[in-house]
């Protein structure tokens, strides 16, 4: 089974920071990654899928990268509508599996 | 625009069971694989089962296994999971989620809550 490592489990930050949060996998997966906003009661929003492209209608201070085992998901600059807990997710093997995700507060 | 909305959420007692069913809209539903996602309260996502859109592959987490079943009705749009021998620890939301290799899509989830 792949393992979704992600870091840090917690983030605080102040308004227009840049903020960058990883996911690692315990092996391979292509570009076979989503990453997911989740706002409290909400279900899951995507925000990037196949690693790097840009799910339509999420703003551009958004944006991914990664392929193989190291990614990463970066918000160029922090908003107050941002504060989330953001989920990674591979979809290369099943069982499909989530890192355990990062909380983002506002500093 | 694609839709999933869930059903069938509950309260129910230890070892009981419960079906949850997903009705799916706005896609071809016969040709997307689906998914069972949960997340217990205050806890992060946790995949539960998949089903490939004819049926012919069901795969299940290990700490469900013997006790869901995943199904599909492509006449009707529908997806299900039926629970059995719940546990305490099976509290969560359940979310109906269309993904394989594509673009995933997410229902608003289903409370299943199992107490005493």
């Known amino acids: 089974d792949i393992q979704m490592t992600q870091s840090p489990s917690s983030l605080s930050a102040s308004v227009g920071d840049r903020v960058t949060i990883t996911c690692q996998a315990s092996q391979d997966i292509s570009n076979y990654l989503n990453w997911y906003q989740q706002k409290p009661g909400k279900a899951p929003k995507l925000l990037i899928y196949?690693?790097?492209n840009l799910e339509t209608g999420v703003p551009s201070r958004f944006s991914g990268s990664g392929s193989g085992t190291n990614f990463t998901v970066t918000i160029s600059s922090l908003q107050p509508e941002d504060i989330a807990t953001y989920f990674c997710?591979?979809?290369?093997?099943?069982?499909?599996?989530f890192g355990q995700g990062t909380k983002l507060e506002i500093k | 625009e694609v839709q999933l909305v869930e059903s069938g959420g509950g309260l129910v007692q230890p070892g009981g069971s419960l079906r949850l069913s997903c009705t799916a809209s706005g896609f071809t539903f016969s040709t997307y694989s689906m998914n069972w996602v949960r997340q217990a309260p205050g806890e992060g996502l946790e995949w539960v089962s998949y089903i490939s859109s004819a049926s012919t592959s069901k795969h299940y987490a290990d700490f469900v296994k013997g006790r869901f079943t995943i199904s599909r009705d492509n006449a009707k749009n529908s997806l299900y999971l039926q629970m059995t021998s719940l546990r305490a620890e099976d509290t969560a939301v359940f979310y109906c989620v269309r993904g394989g290799y594509d673009t995933w899509r997410w229902g608003q989830g289903t409370l299943v809550t199992v107490s005493s």
């Open positions: 196949d690693a790097s």
């Open positions: 997710q591979q979809f290369d093997n099943l069982p499909y599996s």
